[in-house]
């Protein structure tokens, strides 16, 4: 079974950063896409960032400039780095990964990580 773990969250103050984690375990199929999801308490699932295999990566509008994802490969890992946070960014963070197993589409989720940021 695939195994998506992140790590990193904790509490910081506005103004402050975090590096979020996430490695992949297990994986028996080419990971396409790896990225970031934030869910804030009482909104919906979001997204923060994506990369692909080959680097290409999408960030949400809102976040460009504080926010940076990039990825080994090699490793599986996916990384997530948040600067200059703000109370708003409070959130679960979660890790996917998506990819393709013949004609098959997989798309697996980590359990999450709470960031939270005081003002």
């Known amino acids: 079974q695939v195994q998506l773990v992140e790590s990193g969250g904790g509490l910081v103050q506005a103004g402050g950063s975090l590096r979020l984690s996430c490695a992949a375990s297990?994986?028996?199929?080419?990971?396409?896409?790896m990225g970031w999801y934030r869910q804030a308490p009482g909104k919906e699932r979001e997204l923060v960032a994506t990369i692909t295999s080959g680097g290409t990566t999408n960030l949400a509008d809102s976040l460009k400039g504080r926010f940076t994802i990039s990825r080994d490969n090699a490793k599986n890992t996916v990384s997530l780095q948040m600067n200059s946070l703000k109370p708003e960014d409070t959130a679960v963070y979660y890790c996917r990964a998506v990819g393709r197993l013949g004609v098959q589409t997989l798309n697996y989720w980590g359990k999450g990580t709470l960031v939270t940021v005081s003002s």
């Open positions: 297990r994986i028996t199929f080419n990971i396409a896409t």
